[in-house]
């Protein structure tokens, strides 16, 4: 894999034991189904969801925004002790914030920032180009065989997991791609997240309350387990966060949560829509629930 990665992408169309567990208790990924995807995304911010396939990510704005998932991916990071010479994968690396952090834990070692939005990856690779020769980045489908060579040592991912739906595939796909007794540490959205948004989006527009995995700990365990890892331990953890109302709450929720169901909508009628979301929202906070994973490769 040369150090930029996205000429060995697999392409646009690809877008082309026993468990130790704390609680006993898994878009079609627009950008990376089979259903296809779009090249072009707009112009400007009326625009920017131009994509109505996939739902495509406003990859700048995500960067400027994402302060909540970039705190909890630091405290997710510090779960992954490294000694600084591995290799790890950074499953939905997004605009690479995060990966930054991760990188900067590897000074001897190299990261494989995966992610089947072209936009993101576009924005990791601005935002990571001082570290081009230690940067693998690949284009791919969690949902599907990963194409990154050789294993790895560990397997990271914040903020992700719950946009692909089969978890079952993801989890064989993640098992396949780390080294035996390598580890995985992650976190997503968890069951009850965003709860009251999904409240507020059945009362909206035609009611469609998007396509999430928002999985339970005990089910994920099971499915962990089930695809070859061992020392599972998932829990879930209760992340409200406020948002300053008005313009910055709109444009989170714009960039974020409501992106898939934006993407179905005719361009004129997007705006309203953010505006009555928000504005049917009992605060402007998002009762956010993360799905913690930490888990070891059997073998
Ligand atoms: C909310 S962003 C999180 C980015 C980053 N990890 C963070 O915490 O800021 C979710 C990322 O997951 C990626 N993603 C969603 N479904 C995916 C899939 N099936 N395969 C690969 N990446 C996917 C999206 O393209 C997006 O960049």
Partial sequence: MPADGLSERTGLPHLGATARRRHQTGYIPGAASARGSCEVWGRGRAARYACPVTGEWDAPTYDRVANPQTGWGAAVLDRLALTGDER???????????????????????????????????????????????????????????????PVDAVFSTATFHWVLDHDALFRNLAAAI?????????????????????????????????????????????????????????????????????????FLETVCLRQHLARLPAEERGDFVKSVAARMPAAELDYVRLNIVARRAG
């Fill in 179 to 251: 080294r035996p007794g390598g580890r995985l540490v992650a976190q997503c959205g968890g069951a009850g997240n965003i709860a009251s948004l999904k409240r507020v989006l059945a009362g909206v527009g035609d009611g469609w309350p998007g396509e999430y995995r928002f999985a339970t700990a005990a089910e994920t365990a099971e499915r962990l387990e089930a695809s070859g890892f061992t020392d599972v331990e998932t829990w879930l953890s209760d992340e409200p966060t406020r948002f300053e109302p008005g313009e910055p709450f709109e444009t």
């Fill in 88 to 150: 790890v994968l950074d499953a939905g690396c997004g605009s690479g914030r995060i990966t930054e952090m991760l990188l900067a834990r590897l000074p001897r070692g190299r990261v494989v920032a995966l992610d089947a939005s072209g936009p993101m990856l576009e924005e990791a690779r601005r935002r990571l180009a001082g570290h081009a020769d230690r940067v693998e980045f690949v284009q791919a489908d969690l949902a599907r065989p990963l194409p990154i060579g050789a």
